[in-house]
């Protein structure tokens, strides 16, 4: 049976008890996998696509896909910190070019990648959801409709929640926690994108069921 491979940052990565309530995208795709089907979680806190591919990460990816695996790549974030010289990228150039190399690498190997704009921020002005990724998902997804790459364009998806949800009800996803409810925040925590259980589970549903909708195959991988 297939594999399911996850390239990611923070936001998509396992999270173990000592972490908790954080909770990653990751976790709750491989909840929704069918049981004949492995998924293989190789997104790390900080990552971007420069750092992704400097690291070496991408090696035991490459050297185990196979035929009718998926890759699914939720990778941008962090290209866009532009005083980091380690994770920086180019929107509109290197940028695309790394996710050139994970998608052209899979499709040599006969696997199927998919490419995922990063997810809004909870951040707010004056009621209206901001965008805040500086067109780094607006560049991926026309990228990737060019290509003829499976995309899923996270950013809109959650954007249009958010709205829809509201700035207060928005908080019931995050790390937003009074002082002395959990023990890994004694002194509370005001976190507007990372995720707890609820916000990493509506992410993951809004990939999936986006994805539902553009894939044949999405029975074979997926029971959600």
């Given at each position: 049976m297939p594999n399911i491979y996850l390239i990611g940052d923070s936001l998509t990565h396992d999270y173990?008890?000592?972490?908790y309530p954080q909770c990653g995208m990751g976790e709750i795709i491989r909840r929704y996998a069918n049981d004949d089907v492995k998924v293989l979680n190789y997104a790390h806190y900080g990552l971007s696509t420069r750092?992704?591919?400097a690291q070496k990460r991408f090696e035991p990816?490459?050297?185990?896909?196979?035929?009718?695996?998926l890759l699914i790549i939720i990778l941008g974030t962090n290209d866009e910190v532009i005083d980091n010289p380690i994770k920086y990228t180019n929107k509109d150039k290197e940028y695309l070019e790394n996710i050139d190399i994970f998608c052209t690498e899979a499709i040599k190997k006969k696997a199927?990648?998919?490419v995922v704009s990063s997810p809004c921020k909870r951040e707010f002005v004056n009621g209206i959801i901001q965008n805040t990724h500086h067109g780094?998902?607006?560049?991926?997804?026309?990228?990737?409709?060019?290509?003829?790459?499976y995309n899923v364009?996270?950013?809109?998806l959650s954007m249009n929640l958010y709205q829809t949800l509201g700035e207060e009800r928005c908080k019931e996803f995050h790390l937003i926690y009074p002082a002395g409810m959990y023990q890994r925040y004694p002194d509370g925590v005001l976190d507007n994108t990372h995720y707890n259980s609820l916000g990493a589970k509506t992410m993951a549903e809004l990939i999936l069921s986006d994805l539902?909708?553009?894939f044949k195959d999405y029975n074979k991988y997926f029971e959600y």
């Open positions: 173990n008890y000592s972490c750092s992704f591919l990816i490459k050297r185990a896909l196979d035929k009718n695996d199927i990648p998919i780094y998902p607006e560049s991926l997804i026309a990228f990737a409709k060019r290509k003829g790459y364009d996270l950013n809109s539902k909708k553009q």
